[in-house]
């Protein structure tokens, strides 16, 4: 078969799949990198400050992202994010209760966390290839005068397709 006509053939990249942490030592050294910046402006109580980012920064074990009609869910162990429509909530790694939006594309999962403490934005993007997941964090704060910013890289395990059933909706409160 040509290149060319395989290259049409070709089904593109989805952000849909599970990852895994593609080297655990860089990614904590990216999001040390960022707290470092972020903490800088502390001055004598820098340590304190890292020490309060790192506990909500952590290097998540796996990725797993998925889309089922209007419901996406996406599972960074220890938070579960879903949405319906692209809004929800989700408890945090604080273990307080964000709003949650997520917008998706094919290639891409936006995430926007926020409560009076603070907002999170994650980017999940697909290399083109399809193989690797990049995981651009941003925390923001009244309290942080320079914004959390740090990069991490996922690598494919699972490739969930049309016939892998989504996560359960969470149970409705009353």
């Known amino acids: 078969m040509s290149?060319?006509?395989l290259a049409l053939l070709a089904v593109p990249p989805t952000v849909e799949g599970v990852?895994?942490?593609a080297d655990d030592?860089?990614?904590?050294?990216?999001?040390?990198?960022?707290?470092?910046?972020a903490a800088e402006p502390f001055g004598p109580i820098t340590f304190v400050v890292r020490s309060a980012l790192r506990d909500v920064?952590?290097?998540?074990?796996?990725?797993?992202?998925?889309?089922?009609?209007d419901l996406v869910t996406c599972l960074t162990p220890p938070v579960a994010a879903?949405?319906?429509?692209?809004?929800?909530?989700t408890i945090g790694l604080d273990r307080a209760v964000n709003q949650l939006t997520h917008a998706m594309t094919t290639t891409t999962l936006t995430q926007v966390t926020w409560n009076d403490a603070g907002r999170r934005r994650t980017v999940f993007t697909v290399s083109p290839s399809g193989d690797r997941l990049e995981v651009a964090v941003e925390v923001t704060a009244p309290r942080l005068s320079v914004p959390v910013r740090y990069v991490m890289q996922y690598r494919r395990a699972v490739t969930l397709d049309?016939?892998?059933p989504a996560a359960p909706r969470p149970a409705e409160r009353r």
């Open 57 to 69: 920064s952590p290097v998540f074990p796996s990725v797993t992202i998925r889309r089922a009609g």
């Open 19 to 21: 990852w895994v942490s």
């Open 162 to 164: 049309a016939g892998t």
């Open 3 to 5: 290149p060319v006509l």
């Open 82 to 89: 879903t949405t319906t429509r692209g809004e929800g909530t």
């Open 25 to 37: 030592q860089a990614n904590r050294a990216a999001i040390e990198r960022g707290i470092a910046a």
